[in-house]
């Protein structure tokens, strides 16, 4: 669990303070047999904030589930620029069959300030590896930025259909406590109003 990144709308960092824990490849393919073996478990949903925050780490879990001959399907959450064609080509062989991402945006100023830093070329090319390899992909996307425009928006929406992808949801973006976009709307805020709200957090 945890995350790396600096995307500004997001709680994950915010609450791990940007550090990961792994548990260690051979219990995970240790737990996949037992679940295999003895309940007859065929398909797992990796519940990773991340899961390929460590391409080593994928690469190694992807060739220990081949060589150990585990018929298992897999699905899990990505960024678009952790793998590339040859890293989901190996995912595919280890039974990896749908991938969700957080694309967030379809016009780079919107991006940008999210401080994504992904591009629109990568976002493409990836998801378009993964209809070639035949990994179903979901695309999450996220409206409602200060400054965005309605415009801006629909881009977004003609984005995530010109990508093809299997699913796609879109939601109002939200400014957690501890979240970089949370921190600037406060300073956003009337006085009076940062007053009320520090009242009602503190309980007075």
């Not at 737990?31 to 780490?57: A, P």
């Not at 018929?71 to 990896?96: F, H, N, P, Y």
């Not at 200060?146 to 415009?151: A, L, V």
């Amino acid at each position: 669990k945890g995350c790396i990144f600096n995307c500004i709308f997001c709680s994950v960092p915010a609450l791990s303070k940007r550090k990961v824990l792994f548990r260690s490849i051979k219990n995970v393919i240790h737990e996949i047999q037992i679940l295999n073996s003895k309940y007859g478990v065929n398909s797992i949903h990796f519940m990773d904030d991340l899961f390929t925050i460590n391409r080593k780490r994928i690469e190694e879990f992807c060739n220990q589930i081949i060589d150990s001959g585990i018929k298992i399907r897999w699905r899990a959450l990505s960024r678009v620029d952790t793998v590339d064609k040859e890293l989901l080509s190996q995912m595919k062989k280890a039974g990896c069959y749908k991938l969700a991402f957080g694309i967030e945006s379809g016009t780079p100023r919107i991006l940008n300030l999210m401080k994504k830093n992904i591009s629109i070329q990568t976002i493409t090319e990836t998801i378009a590896y993964c209809r070639a390899l035949g990994i179903k992909t979901k695309g999450f996307f996220t409206i409602g930025y200060p400054t965005q425009t309605k415009k801006e928006i629909f881009e977004t929406f003609s984005f995530a259909k010109s990508l093809l992808l299997d699913s796609a949801y879109f939601m109002i973006v939200r400014a957690y406590p501890g979240t970089e976009l949370f921190e600037k709307q406060l300073k956003n805020h009337q006085p009076e109003n940062l007053m009320r709200f520090k009242q009602k957090k503190e309980g007075l």
